[in-house]
């Protein structure tokens, strides 16, 4: 399990759009490192920083980080899209957990 740890600027309501092709997403335009997992703010534990993969994710829904990329959320692995917006394929944003889970 990686360290958490603060980072400033690292909110789970704000989402990054790659630069280039909207909806293709390219790590290295990404404002942190895929997998990043950091303190989270209420009543979330945990949040880890995730590139959305081939599905969306509504707001308040939840999906599960593997490699840093979002996949179908499942035991030990769900995390919440907590940003107020639904994310397409390829935005960059931190996905939070309440409970420790495996990244």
Do not use: H
Not at 28 to 36: D, E, K, N, V
Not at 50 to 57: F, K, L, P, Q, S
């Amino acid at each position: 399990m990686p360290m958490t740890s603060p980072l400033i600027g690292a909110i789970s309501s704000q989402v990054w759009k790659p630069l280039g092709t909207p909806g293709v997403a390219s790590d290295p335009t990404a404002p942190f490192q895929l997998g990043t997992i950091v303190n989270a703010v209420a009543p979330r534990d945990i949040a880890q920083f995730c590139r959305v993969g081939a599905t969306g994710i509504n707001a308040g829904a939840t999906a599960g980080i593997t490699n840093g990329v979002t996949v179908a959320a499942g035991t030990g692995n769900t995390w919440t899209n907590d940003t107020g917006v639904a994310l397409v394929t390829g935005d960059y944003v931190f996905l939070s957990a309440a409970l420790v889970t495996t990244p």
